[in-house]
Each structure stands twice: as C-alpha cells, then as structure tokens.
C-alpha cells in the first residue's frame, strides 16, 4: 500500500506570509494514463473537508489563486502565497493512483 | 443546489449493525463513482469504501472488508453504506464523496480520480 508523509504536521504562520506543506508518497504516483493522482483537501474547523488542488497543480473551482501545487513523482507541495485568517484549519494530501486510497497525516495550519 | 446530504448515524453496540445513506442531487448521480470516507475523533481521514457510477465494481479498505457493504440506488440518487459487526474502533463521522470519475475498473485511468463533493457527515457511535 502507498503511505503519504506530510510535514510539518504543525504549521504556525504569521497573517500574510506565505505557509507551505510537503506530501511525500513511498511509491511513485504516477498512473500508466500519465496523470498523477495527487490532490489538496482543506478541513476548516468544524467543517467537511473541500477539494482545493488535483492532479497536483489544477486549483478546482472557487479556490483563492494564492494556493497553489506543484511537484512530480513522490514528492508534492502545497503553497499559500499570502496566508489569510479563513485559511485555518488542517490540509491533507491524497493520492488517488492506486487502491487503497490513501491521506496524509494532515497539517494543522494556524495564525501564530 | 450541488449536495450530499448522510444520515442514519447514531450509537450502537459491539458486534451491532447500522446503514448509513446519503442524498445526492444538483447533479447526475449515475455517473459519478461514489466513496464513503471516514474520519475518527480528532483524528485524520480513511478512506473506507468505493462504488462505480453504475453500482457494478465496488472496493473496500482492509479494515472494514467482510463487514461493510457498499451500494446506490440510482434511481432514487442515494448511496449507501451496510455496517455489520462494528467494533469501538469503527467510530467516526462518515463522509460519502462524489468522485470526478464514473469508476471504471478497466478505463485509461484510475477508479477514483479525486474528491469534488463531500457531505457534511454522520456520527457513528460503537459502544456499550
């Protein structure tokens, strides 16, 4: 089975500075398609969690630009230009490549 | 409006049972693959079950395989999920997602792609 590794797990950012999370996957996540099955998910508090990134770069609808993806392979990243309040809460990573489906950890983002 | 609505949570005992449902509409439900993912207090996400568009090829995690059950009814746009021998570590809130993709087993890509849809959840309790 594919296990994904976020860090940190902890991320206090300071208002309008820039946060980023690494996913790293034990096994290549790219599809004999050619796409890569990696996607963002954001869980506000009390929330359910919501799609942010896909196909490790592609923002879905309604998402700020000030989040972005990047990375190949096994190694992903997650990046806020600009951190603003209603960006807290925890981001995790999915890969969706190969069953089982499987998150990260999760990184819990808050405003120091 | 685009939404998944979960119900049939509640509190039951070890070894009981319990069926989840959750409500689609805004959207062709027959044509989406569908997930149940859970999440346990405090803790991150699992993922536990997957259906096909067509209802025709369903997956399971380890932990719940033998147990659980996985089915739509597509006429009534609803999905499903049979909880049978639940144990203390079953407790979470459960999730059902829409996926991007129909789910098929033997197309160009994955059977899931990724999550565009979730519902807001339903608490299960196992406990005596």
């Known amino acids: 089975d594919i296990v994904m590794t976020q860090t940190p797990l902890s991320s206090p950012v300071t208002l309008g500075q820039p946060a980023s999370i690494s996913c790293r996957s034990s096994q290549s996540l790219v599809h004999s398609d050619g796409n890569t099955y990696l996607s963002w998910l954001q869980q506000r508090p009390g929330q359910p969690p919501r799609l942010l990134i896909y196909k490790i770069s592609n923002r879905f609808s309604g998402v700020p630009d000030r989040f972005s993806g990047s990375g190949a392979g096994t190694d992903f990243t997650l990046k806020i230009s600009r951190v603003e309040a209603e960006d807290v809460g925890v981001y995790y990573c999915m890969q969706a490549t190969q069953f089982p489906l499987a998150f990260g950890q999760g990184t819990k983002l808050e405003i120091k | 409006e685009v939404q998944l609505l979960e119900s049939g949570g509640g509190l039951v005992q070890p070894g009981g049972s319990l069926r989840l449902s959750c409500a689609a509409s805004g959207f062709t439900f027959s044509s989406y693959a569908m997930s149940w993912v859970r999440q346990a207090p405090g803790k991150g996400l699992e993922w536990v079950s997957a259906i096909s568009g067509s209802g025709g090829s369903t997956y399971y995690a380890d932990s719940v395989k033998g147990r659980f059950t996985i089915s739509r009814d597509n006429s009534k746009n609803t999905l499903y999920l049979q909880m049978n021998s639940l144990r203390a570590e079953d407790t979470a809130v459960y999730y059902c997602?829409?996926?991007?993709?129909?789910?098929?087993?033997?197309?160009?890509?994955?059977?899931?792609?990724?999550?565009?849809?979730w519902g807001r959840g339903t608490l299960v309790t196992v406990s005596s």
């Open positions: 997602a829409k996926d991007r993709s129909g789910g098929y087993s033997y197309g160009p890509g994955p059977f899931l792609w990724y999550f565009d849809l």
